[in-house]
């Protein structure tokens, strides 16, 4: 069955604590993997698409990697203004998507 | 990048009443989404936008229930028809950007909220 699994639920850090968060799938014909940031009650900001293993994108704190089953979104030295639900999507074959259910990210001063 | 302009960003409507979303785009696309939100979970697809024919909806969605309407390649609406307090949700318009590094943007959400 094709998935999107995302890990932790919700995580809780200090400013400048660095972490990573894990986005595992199950997606047959895997055609690009897309980070985004939400804000509550606003629509997914697009972050990052990589698509291939191996391949990494960065952007300010944020550092995106991929291998053949999951990928992780690392993030350097976080700041409170980095808090939100970080979203991982897969796309599959006839341009269908699948969702993770996202992790919640609260970053304290 | 995309420009996805949608509204109204938020609306509390009354149950048995209809709201229409529209989605406007900065310029042509060939593929648009219509998503929802329900309080605390991820993306559901609603159906695809298809310009000059019906909408292709997902299991669970229905036309009378979801109408959808794309008059041409920058603009679609959707309805919440008959709604209940069930359908509150953040509704989400999304287009996908072909080519050789294709990505699917989203609009910034309408927030609604059923009585």
């Known amino acids: 069955e094709d998935q999107v699994t995302q890990s932790p639920e919700a995580l809780r850090l200090q400013e400048g604590e660095s972490s990573s968060l894990n986005c595992s799938y199950t997606v047959s014909g895997l055609r690009g993997l897309f980070w985004y940031r939400q804000d509550p009650g606003k629509g997914p900001e697009f972050l990052f698409t990589l698509y291939s293993a191996g391949e990494e994108k960065e952007k300010e704190r944020l550092k995106a990697t991929l291998t053949k089953k999951e990928s992780f979104l690392h993030i350097t030295a976080p700041k409170p203004e980095d808090s939100a639900t970080y979203l991982c999507a897969v796309q599959g074959n006839f341009n269908k998507f699948y969702f993770g259910s996202g992790t919640k990210l609260n970053v304290k001063p | ?115």
């Open chain 2, 1 to 115: 990048s995309a420009v996805i302009s949608q509204k109204p960003s938020r609306d509390i409507c009354q149950r048995g009443t209809s709201l229409t979303i529209q989605c406007q785009v900065d310029s042509q696309v060939t593929m648009m989404f219509w998503y929802r939100q329900q309080p605390g979970q991820s993306l559901t697809l609603i159906a695809t936008a298809n310009q000059g024919s019906e909408a292709t909806y997902e299991s669970g969605f229905v036309i009378d229930k979801f109408p959808i309407s794309r008059p041409n390649l920058t603009f679609s609406t959707l309805t919440v028809s008959n709604m209940s307090p069930e359908d509150s949700s953040i509704y989400l318009c999304s287009v996908l950007r072909v080519g050789s590094n294709e990505k699917l943007f989203f609009g910034s959400g309408t927030q609604l909220s059923v009585l």
